[in-house]
């Protein structure tokens, strides 16, 4: 992660995963793959390889990433209102830019970040950040002028499974302690068992009972590193009745063992690992 002036850039290297977040307010965004190649799904949508994301202050976003990947983001501040860029109406849109301005982009990323790591009090100059932040605005303007065709916008449909799936989430953050199944679900968002498995497979590129049993391993996880439970009651507590299929599970989720994790309880120590501890990117909240 890069901050300067008016402009923050990310280049991530990801895993598989599930994320979701909400843009701050006041900054528009550009994402872009770093790599030729495409995964996942952004906001329900299959991100290609030449994909321009663009979103601005208050948007949110539900991504499924399928494989490792690395891409980059920048984010302008304030927001971006006087230069002919789309407008993403408090959401995300999608572009598909032609490869020499994806190039650009990727080009500009890299030569900036290899500046800030070999010459990092150049880009503490006032006048260096400024053309590094104009170099990146121009490379935007070119993409988003050439632009072959934009994604077309969100459904009533679609904008109704995004909000299927984010009462999914705060359903399940606010019960930690109690598995939560998709019958319940159902009745509890007032849809059919149906509806909330199309919502899933468009926004998380899985099917229901993919996504709701990986939602009660990671309540497994945050429960066995609490302690004081073994490994087979935990699991049962969740739901998880076929021990030998819960541990495999377990194990190439987190690439260990349910007894691995449950040590983890009794090691009290100041270095002691906490999940999710890292480095917060504050172009999102």
């Given at each position: ?7 923050d ?36 949508i ?58 650009r982009?990727?080009?500009?990323v ?84 149906r ?25 497994v ?50 270095d ?14």
């Amino acid at each position: 992660m890069l901050t300067m002036p008016g402009c923050d850039m990310l280049v991530e290297s990801s895993f598989p995963r599930l994320t979701g977040g909400k843009l701050m307010p006041g900054r528009t965004v550009i994402g872009f793959s770093m790599t030729d190649e495409a995964a996942g799904l952004f906001n329900g949508i299959d991100l290609k390889v030449s994909t321009l994301v663009l979103g601005h202050g208050g948007a949110g976003y539900v991504a499924y990433e399928n494989k490792p990947h690395c891409f980059a983001r920048v984010a302008f501040e304030p927001e971006i209102h006087d230069r002919g860029w789309p407008a993403a109406d408090k959401g995300f849109a999608h572009f598909i830019m032609p490869r020499p301005a994806h190039d650009r982009l990727r080009c500009l990323v890299m030569e900036i970040m290899t500046l800030a790591s070999h010459s990092p009090d150049d880009l503490q100059r006032p006048e260096v950040a400024q053309g590094a932040k104009e170099s990146l605005l121009a490379a935007a303007d070119e993409a988003f002028a050439n632009s072959a065709f934009a994604l077309g916008r969100r459904s009533s449909q679609a904008e109704r499974f995004l909000g299927i799936i984010k009462s999914i989430d705060e359903i399940i953050s606010a019960n930690p302690a109690s598995p939560i199944y998709s019958g319940e679900l159902a009745g509890t968002l007032g849809v059919s068992v149906r509806t909330l498995h199309n919502a899933v497979l468009q926004y998380r590129g899985m099917s229901l009972h993919r996504y709701l049993k990986l939602k009660r391993l990671w309540q497994v996880r945050q429960r066995l590193l609490i302690g004081n439970i073994s490994v087979k009651a935990c699991a049962l507590a969740y739901g998880f009745w076929h021990l030998s299929d819960f541990s495999r599970s377990y194990r190439t989720l987190f690439g260990e063992l349910p007894s691995q994790t449950l040590a983890l309880a009794h090691w009290t120590g100041p270095d002691a690992p906490r999940d999710g501890a890292g480095p917060a990117s504050h172009w999102a909240r």
